[in-house]
């Protein structure tokens, strides 16, 4: 097996597009249909959580690059981590889907909340909800294909 992808151990890693390019375009077309109908700013911030949440640094990287792109501030950038904190940084709106990530990404520790899902619901129309929730679906996925796989952050080869 050839690979070019190495972690900072210098374990190699399959490169998982070429590995398995069905499954991983059939990702792509995921994430861009989950992308569909939401504003660039939501898409990256609920990207950037879920990348914090699950300690995947190649993502946070790609995605605060990505939300600097399309105008995002330092400031909201930073406090992404601590939303909750600084409330004031983040619409009611992001501030639901911010919550809502955080409870789909930890599914594991308490399920998605009754509270939190009924904040999303009261911010979103069904099919907002339903392409948020795929959002926080593909950008998982997106972590874990990246951890699996030690990509490293700052090697985008999106171009």
């Known amino acids: 097996m050839t690979t070019t992808n190495t972690h900072v151990t210098g374990t190699a890693r399959l490169n998982f597009a070429?590995?398995?390019p069905k499954v991983f375009?059939?990702?792509i077309g995921f994430d861009a249909a989950a992308r569909e109908g939401l504003a660039p700013a939501l898409v990256e911030l609920i990207q950037i959580r879920a990348s914090h949440l699950n300690r995947c640094a190649y993502c946070l990287h790609m995605h605060t690059n990505d939300a600097r792109k399309a105008g995002e501030t330092e400031d909201r950038?930073?406090?992404v981590p601590v939303w909750r904190e600084a409330r004031h940084f983040f619409t009611e709106r992001e501030q639901a889907a911010l919550a809502l990530t955080e409870a789909v990404t930890l599914?594991?520790?308490a399920g998605v909340p009754d509270e939190v899902y009924a904040q999303?619901?009261?911010h979103f129309d069904e099919q907002e909800l339903a392409h948020v929730l795929s959002?926080?679906?593909a950008i998982n996925t997106w972590n874990r294909v990246a951890l699996s796989t030690a990509k490293i952050a700052g090697t985008d080869e999106r171009g």
Do not use: E, F, S, Y
């Open 120 to 122: 999303a619901a009261a």
């Open 25 to 27: 375009r059939a990702l």
């Open 18 to 20: 070429k590995a398995a």
């Open 135 to 137: 959002l926080i679906l």
């Open 107 to 109: 599914v594991a520790d």
């Open 77 to 79: 950038l930073h406090m």
